[in-house]
T-cell receptor, first 114, second 112 residues
Framework: NAGVTQTPKFQVLKTGQSMTLQCAQD?????MYWYRQDPGMGLRLIYY???????DKGEVPNGYNVSRLNKREFSLRLESAAPSQTSVYFC?????????????FGPGTRLLVL | GNSVTQMEGPVTLSEEAFLTINCTYT??????LFWYVQYPGEGLQLLLK?????DKGSNKGFEATYRKETTSFHLEKGSVQVSDSAVYFC???????????FGTGTLLAVQP
């Protein structure tokens, strides 16, 4: 049981390049989330998916797209990277029933946009 | 809207000192409250939670009590260890959205 996994761990992009951050969970959770973490700002929600086939915008969605490929996987795409997207990106998932209150986080992807 | 305010860091303590990290919130309704911890180079882990007023969450020697009258959820530990050095995030979940709202995080550094 690996929990929430993210790839890659580190990435350097040039302005205008595109990339996809991958996230997968093996806990059979319905809800999945993408956050970015910036110094002094805590974590801010980019997009979330309440269930397979649905996605919704969070607090800071501009410049990003997401795909809920299946129940396990939730990817985040930067179509044209900008230096303002330099950040640490975390994926999380949340279960139902007795585990509905808790979000489980992946180890993060550190992205530098030059 | 909903928001979380927590004390600025860094907080630097000696081993075995008493820890308090303040957290206050603004929310409509009756949110659930959480403390998450982030160790260096890792993702966030749930430390403790409380789902209703006067509930006390506890884990690994840490405690926090949901105080509705003061809209607070302060984190405390009686005797910190070097291994407690991490960033601590206070968060709330407002029922209808199921989304977490995080504070800015407080860096704790414990010196031997």
């Amino acid at each position: 049981n690996a929990g929430v996994t993210q790839t890659p761990k580190f990435q350097v992009l040039k302005t205008g390049q595109s990339m996809t951050l991958q996230c997968a969970q093996d806990m059979n959770h319905n809800s999945m989330y993408w956050y970015r973490q910036d110094p002094g700002m805590g974590l801010r929600l980019i997009y979330y998916s309440a269930s397979e086939g649905t996605t919704d915008k969070g607090e800071v969605p501009n410049g990003y797209n997401v795909s809920r490929l299946n129940k396990r996987e939730f990817s985040l795409r930067l179509e044209s990277a900008a230096p303002s997207q330099t950040s640490v990106y975390f994926c999380a998932s949340r279960g139902s029933g007795t585990s509905a209150e808790t979000q489980y986080f992946g180890p993060g992807t550190r992205l530098l946009v030059l | 809207g909903n928001s979380v305010t927590q004390m600025e860091g860094p907080v630097t303590l000696s081993e075995e000192a008493f820890l308090t990290i303040n957290c206050t919130y603004t929310a409509t309704g009756y949110p659930s409250l959480f403390w998450y911890v982030q160790y260096p180079g890792e993702g966030l882990q749930l430390l403790l939670k409380a789902t209703k007023a006067d509930d006390k969450g506890s884990n690994k020697g840490f405690e926090a009590t949901y105080r509705k009258e003061t809209t607070s959820f302060h984190l405390e530990k009686g005797s910190v260890q070097v291994s407690d050095s991490a960033v601590y995030f206070c968060a709330l979940r407002s029922g209808a959205t199921n989304k977490l709202i995080f504070g800015t995080g407080t860096l704790l550094a414990v010196q031997p």
